[in-house]
């Protein structure tokens, strides 16, 4: 009877739900983005006021605003921050730290409940306490990588503006507008620094540090010294934005000629997982010396670590820099 009443609620949820993901939610999503169009288009004194208010920049405060102070006044923390900014996550310094010390925390304890040995926890909060800073690192990668790809369409929208009469600012402002992520916002940083009173020099320079990119540096150092010496700027630009493309179309010719070595480091991480995987299912005893016996265990170790090295050995090897 337990089961059938368990049974009856899941099945009477999920009608429930879909009745009302069909029927109720497309209106409430509508009424949502209806709601966040007006608000876009529509100006209120007391949001003319809010915004009136200051024009400092404020900071984001984390879950421990005396750890996010400290962090920001040391090298490492500056780095972090730096990290973090380039990555787009919506988080702080001490809210990373607070996620990477409760995902140490998590995975060790679930390793110590189910792994008796006594090495596994801590290696395994170790591993736990890299998941988070890869995260971030791998979405700051995806978001460079972003950048850069949208970089030489910006680069067209500031030549076309120039040409077209506008000042080199209210481009930028242009380029903030009309582009989306991550290049609208990054530009749009730019511009309102300078808006509120930092040189220009300065706002480009922090635009640099900021993204990393050599293709950056190129368009700062172009646009500056064009500025002290003249020339033609939109020309300038295009001939910068027409450089970035073939950067590209080599990067992508390149990842073409080194696919065969990509997939051989995958084909040669994956295939003694694989085959321990199916050896286990075949013959049960003969992997269980693997596991149960002192020399398995540093065999193991030893495979682990040798593969780890041949995997980023290849990865450096293949790795061809343009």
Known sequence: MVIALGVFVVVVGLILGSY???????????QRELDKRLKDVSFTEAS?????????????????PGLDKFVKDS????????????????????GLMLVTLVSAAVVGLVTAVFVSKPYAAPIAACIGAMLPIGYVMNRRTRRLYR?????PEALDLLSRAVRAGHAFQTSMGMVADELPEPVGPEFKKAFDRQ??????RDALNELSERIGSL????????????????GNLAEILDNLAYVIRERFKIRRQIRVHTAHGRFTA??????PAALAVALTFINPDHMALLFHEHMGQMMIMGA???????YFWIRKVIKIEV
């Open 20 to 30: 009302f993901a069909i029927t109720v939610l497309p209106d409430k999503m509508a």
């Open 48 to 64: 003319g006021e809010a915004e009136d208010a200051s024009v400092l920049r404020k900071m984001v405060e984390g879950p421990m």
């Open 75 to 94: 090298k490492q923390g500056s780095g972090l921050s730096r990290l973090i900014e380039q990555s787009g996550v919506q988080t702080t310094p001490s």
């Open 147 to 151: 950048f850069e790809e949208q970089f």
């Open 195 to 200: 808006n509120f009173g930092l040189p220009l």
């Open 215 to 230: 293709d950056v540096r190129f368009f700062v150092t172009a646009v500056l010294i064009q500025r002290e010496t003249g």
């Open 266 to 271: 995958w084909v040669l991480l994956s295939l």
């Open 304 to 310: 682990i670590v040798m593969q780890t090295t041949g």
